[in-house]
């Protein structure tokens, strides 16, 4: 049977994926969930119609998510992951020895149960006893918190749907609240090169910028993301990500990476000129 | 009328983009030649179904195959272009007074007629005095040339069908022996995210490292692009990408672009981890 998945990058562009098996599909109280077999890219989570992680390449992703802050504070003891479902960021983060506490508020169960089955390469990570899972929504969870965590990741879905509300103003403050005052929050940020996505990407800097005392974005090639170019919020009360990276700390602790490396670290800041350009018109 | 352009990046991978009109579809003696109006990407040059270039995203290819090497040396005078029949590589080493001679060697001279009537801000580049264009095979051409040029930038199709010989171990020889010796080659690398182009991407830069005594790669985002993560090849016969940046020279110039900076010039050598094990494989 010839079986194909579209993911919609806008509304004339989408990917096209030849499909070998459709391992599930169920609509949860949150979204609806698909898993997907394909030759290309190994299994893959779709969520309401969007890609959220494929086998090829979620290593990326993941890994862009953690190691650059790790990188710059690699004492970072207590972290909280706001989505993250999947599994995916616990994974990385749980090869670190000196993590002691890491709080995931996912506020769909029937996700960590399908990742747990389907994907248990990333999933497997959550069982452990240093993590924690909230089924809560990530804003009613992080209201009530004052300098709790080291790190917050926010590795959410796209800014409309269960997600909205992990894109405003005020849950950027209370992540700075929830924060040490060496604090790091790291966010996925979209991609810069279709209009309605630059126009996101605009909207969130400009929120986390009135946030934050030091925020910086960096990118990285991510396939099956649209357009592949994807960009990652980084935002700190304290720590520059550049002048501040403790590169010989972090090399000695042999985190096996497969995208990531610290020689790579000052690259990824190294944005193009028109994204750049698209940044600052909102700083 | 739904009408989609597809896009194969593999057997079982597709990018689909919608198309509003069809302007030209033409077999020339090499190759069939379309070219799409599209909402998203503006005009796309399709050669034998491929994107070659969309006008959405076109800057972040040429610019890379230009402007990393003129920062290295901002007194490079004369030029050779294999391929590159659609301006767009001769557009961004136009905006260089201090470039003599810019020789193209484009062997498909419908390629530059329906360039110029239809992409018109690329290829009008063509028409200026300092340019001339051989309408010859790329290896024929440079077979006899010593010591001639002091950058050849290889903007070639795909490494099979009217494009192959430009893939061979003989015709990166005759690309050094063309070059002066301060000279620099750079080439479009492919792709190292799916498995037959990183397969290219190795057999080229094995092929490249056997040929110049400095060779490095470095990457773009080019969204319209399979997988949206493209190489390019640095190969030089004594300057080092890195080390020998003339970054104050280069700034200088004032020259306008879109996606390169020196700022970015080292970033953009920096390959994920995963990029340098392929690499690394054939050195």
């Known amino acids: 049977m010839d079986l194909w998945f579209?993911?919609?990058?806008?509304d004339t562009v989408k990917l096209s994926i030849k499909v070998e098996e459709q391992f599930f599909s169920q609509q949860s109280s949150e979204q609806h969930i698909d898993v997907l077999q394909t030759r290309e890219f190994g299994k893959i989570l779709v969520v309401d119609g969007d890609i959220m992680l494929t086998e090829k390449d979620e290593f990326?992703?993941?890994e862009l998510l953690v190691h650059v802050a790790m990188a710059v504070?690699?004492?970072?003891?207590?972290v909280l992951v706001i989505g993250g479902g999947d599994g995916g960021v616990v994974r990385e983060l749980m090869k670190y020895d000196s993590i002691d506490i890491i709080d995931v508020v996912e506020i769909d169960p029937l996700l960590v149960d399908v990742c747990k089955k389907y994907l248990p390469e990333m999933a497997s990570s959550l069982d452990h006893e240093k993590v924690h899972i909230y089924h809560e929504d990530g804003v009613r969870f992080i209201r009530s918190l004052d300098d709790e965590y080291d790190l917050i990741i926010i590795d959410s879905p796209n800014p409309y749907?269960?997600?909205?509300?992990l894109f405003t103003r005020e849950f950027y403050g209370l992540c700075h609240k929830a924060l040490h005052d060496n604090?790091?929050?790291i966010n996925q940020h979209e991609s810069p090169f279709y209009r309605?996505?630059?126009?996101?990407?605009?909207?969130m800097h400009q929120k986390i910028v009135q946030s934050f005392p030091i925020v910086k974005v960096y990118q990285g090639f991510i396939p099956s993301y649209p357009s592949g170019h994807w960009l990652f919020g980084f935002a700190s009360k304290a720590y520059h990500p550049l002048d501040d990276i403790k590169e010989e700390a972090w090399n000695a602790l042999d985190i096996p990476t497969r995208y990531y490396a610290t020689r790579l670290h000052?690259?990824?800041f190294a944005l193009p000129v028109y994204v750049e350009e698209l940044l600052k018109d909102v700083e």
Chains 1, 2 share one sequence.
């Open 266 to 268: 000052k690259g990824i």
């Open 60 to 62: 990326i992703y993941h």
């Open 73 to 78: 504070n690699p004492n970072i003891k207590e």
């Open 196 to 203: 309605d996505e630059a126009f996101m990407v605009q909207r």
């Open 183 to 185: 604090g790091i929050m």
């Open 6 to 10: 579209n993911d919609e990058h806008t």
């Open 161 to 165: 749907g269960a997600g909205e509300g």
